[in-house]
């Protein structure tokens, strides 16, 4: 059986692409809903002043600091070094779980999150920097 090629059926022949389009498309959502769903490791603080104002009725723990630098707990001056032993000691005796920190808008954020950091290796877990509301 002999079979005849014409010139004809080589240019009829077509390849669809509807397939390979529709697998590009699955891989670019795929792509951008996963690249949407990553975290990033933040620090989430409050501005010096605020549009919202979160007001708690009762604050146990109450860290200040200055234009200087100079730390206060409880209206009385303490050294960074000794934050986290004066907190400790101050939650074991109060039960207390939160704290606030009101800081001036001239001190650094180096300086904030060091006094963040000593208050959460003390053992409080919300931690909280007091805003002006605007």
């Keep these: 059986m002999r079979f005849q090629h014409t010139q004809e ?6 390849i669809d692409m509807t397939p390979l389009i529709d697998i590009v498309f ?35 723990l109450m860290v200040t ?11 009385g001056p303490i050294k960074l070094t000794d934050l986290s032993a004066y907190v400790k000691a101050k939650v074991s005796s109060t039960g207390s779980s939160s ?13 904030l999150i060091t006094v963040i950091d000593k208050i959460r290796i003390a053992g409080v877990a919300n931690v909280a920097v007091a805003t002006d509301k605007i």
């Design 65 to 75: 600091i200055d234009k200087e630098g100079q730390i206060s707990l409880d209206k």
């Design 99 to 111: 704290a606030v920190i009101q800081v001036d808008k001239d001190v650094t954020s180096d300086r």
């Design 26 to 60: 699955i891989l670019l959502i795929f792509f951008i809903l996963t690249a949407s769903f990553q975290q990033q490791n933040t620090i989430n603080i409050d501005r010096p002043q605020s549009t919202t104002n979160d007001s708690s009725d009762v604050v146990k």
């Design 9 to 14: 059926q080589d240019d009829n022949a077509i």
